[in-house]
């Protein structure tokens, strides 16, 4: 199994709190994605990266930011978390390459009272 | 954005083959077709991906049609274990980055 671990797995907070979701990868990939799953809705992509400090918005970016410092670690945050981002979140990876594969992460479930 | 079209939901019976249908009319010459699947309460794992020849690996087979346009998924018998979300999914490489978009899914039933 490809090394992605999602932080934490399970959260609740309240309507305008901050929220950091951390991924961290062990496989010195290049390229880490997050998304989101909702009933009915399927995996929507939110933010990802290409590169250390190198990000770009996904479909769904609004009210998300993401930062990558390092290789390894991808955050995404919500500013002021809203009852709308209550969902599913999971972290993948891929190497950037040509003939590639998807890594995904466990997920975290996070939910907004 | 590259787009895959795949049927809501499909049954089968256990232990007979099941062809999962997905069309990309969009695709272009280097993009890999992907198919990942996610079983309940976990997240989306890899099944199989090709770019022109048809592959097999131990979990399925991949068809790809000669113009590429369409593809099938192929369970050659399936069990209760393969009942979850399938995903046929490309690689988009607008603006020189890669990024997969996700449509919603074939949602496949195994009934015993």
């Known amino acids: 199994d490809a090394g992605i671990t999602q932080s934490p797995r399970h959260k609740v907070t309240e309507t305008g709190t901050p929220v950091t979701l951390r991924c961290h990868q062990t496989?010195?990939?290049?390229?880490m994605y997050w998304y989101r799953q909702d009933p009915g809705h399927g995996l929507r992509l939110i933010h990802y990266?290409?590169?250390?400090?190198?990000?770009d918005k996904g479909e769904v970016s609004d009210g998300y930011s993401v930062s990558r410092s390092k290789t390894e670690d991808f955050l995404l945050t919500l500013e002021s978390a809203t009852s709308s981002q209550t969902s599913v979140y999971f972290c993948a990876i891929s190497s950037g390459s040509l003939n590639e594969k998807l890594f995904f992460g466990s997920g975290t479930q996070l939910s907004v009272l | 954005d590259a787009k895959t079209t795949q049927p809501n939901s499909m049954e089968s019976n256990e232990e007979e083959p099941v062809h999962l249908p997905c069309n990309h009319s969009t695709i272009s010459g280097t993009d890999y077709i992907h198919w990942y699947r996610q079983l309940p309460s976990q997240g989306p794992e890899y099944v199989i991906h090709?770019?022109?020849s048809n592959v097999n690996n131990r979990m399925a087979s991949l068809a790809i049609a000669e113009d590429r346009k369409s593809s099938t998924l192929i369970l050659h018998r399936a069990t209760l274990r393969d009942a979850a979300v399938y995903y046929c999914?490309?690689?988009?490489?607008?603006?020189?980055?890669?990024?997969?978009?996700f449509g919603t899914g074939t949602r496949l039933k195994v009934l015993a």
């Open positions: 990266s290409y590169g250390v400090k190198d990000t």
């Open positions: 496989e010195n990939h290049r390229y």
């Open positions: 999914i490309l690689r988009d490489r607008t603006s020189g980055t890669y990024k997969y978009i």
């Open positions: 090709g770019l022109t």
